[in-house]
């Protein structure tokens, strides 16, 4: 096999905002050769388009594998219709540029035989070179989109038990079609730090928010709590609730925990969102975790509970513009605590019994995280995503950043994580 680079870079006078409102509709005809296109979904949820070209009567179909409309760059993967290729990756990205306007890069990795690969790329740079002179003419007159919520009225939330070695408690809304959301809070929160992504998600999907044990009306369990009983407490809360499918939507501690039940269930799992981290000590060795702990540890040693250190955790979880009413928010979840609970929690968070692998995220995932998060960066959550979609076969990753947000992005700016959170979940259950 013989492999090809190809790289074509254009330049519009648009704002990049407006030639991504173009470029970033995955499904979009805006390409002069396209005669007609339609939008799908394979089995596990990833977005597909097929199209035809002008003059031809050849059916190709391409898989959507990255999007994120922070960087506005996406990426896809072909799956039918150029004759000999192997495989054919491609990457199209929109950038500010010096003049005021925008650049446009668009690339393509591909292998095919001998024969063949010299021609695909030849085609290839042809087809990038005709759709980038087009964008000048289409990008001015079309206004970027707006993602709107559905402005409904928002069904009444029920707490719910579930017995068992740990009994359960947690916020759930009416019943829905279609699989069910759950929500996992991080090592500081409790199910509370949902109820904004609730009422936004009740009135088109079932959702839940569960205290995690130990946490708010949730019992500890007679043991130290380990990776195994979380993977196993949501089974419980998909039986209780007859859910065929999840969508786990988790935030920092419970991010980890929600990439770990997708290692041990992935083929329960519909979509995957994870907020402010996902490997959480997963890739650190011996010495880094027993740092982490024991640092944490010393006021608990000491014989101060969670709501004497919260104002100091505050500081680092909120971002610079955060408001009293949010910080007033992060302090009642982190002094709700019992001491018991967040030593368990530090244990088992810094007790990781794997290193992840990212190929067995097989469902489209979402990775958000605030601009200003110092637990989570943007940088490396992206460098994240980056690494599950060359892991992953045939991956379905979108990346975002919640812009002036801290490290508890659904707390701290709700409206902007609700609509990048209800786009991806109008995704995963179409």
Known sequence: MQEERVQVIGFSAAEPAAVWAVVGNFCGAWHPVIADIRAGRDERGALIRAFTAKG????YREQLTYRSDTDRVLAYTHLEGIAGVERYDARLQVLADESGGSRIE???RLSASAERASAIA?????????????LGDLAGNVAPDEAILPDRETPALRTLFIDGAAHLALAVSPEKPGPLVLFLHGIGGGRGNWLA???AIAPTMRAAALDLRGYGESGLGASQSTVEDYCDDILRVADAL???KLVLCGLSYGSWIATSFAMRHP???AGLVLSGGCTGMSEADIAEREAFRTAREVPLNAGKTPADFAPAVVDVLASPNAGEAVRQALFASMAAIPAETYRDALTCFTNPPER???????MPVLMMTGEYDRLASPAEIRGVANRIVE?????SVRFEVIADAGHVCNVERPEAYNRVLAEFLSEVAS
């Open 56 to 59: 031809e009567d050849t059916l």
């Open 106 to 108: 668009w690339s393509a």
């Open 122 to 134: 030849a085609g290839t740079r042809a087809i990038f070179e005709m759709g980038l002179a087009a």
């Open 197 to 199: 992504q609730l009422r």
């Open 242 to 244: 007859g859910a065929q």
């Open 267 to 269: 083929d329960k799992l």
């Open 356 to 362: 992840f692998d990212f190929a067995k995220l097989t």
């Open 391 to 395: 892991a992953a076969p045939r991956a």
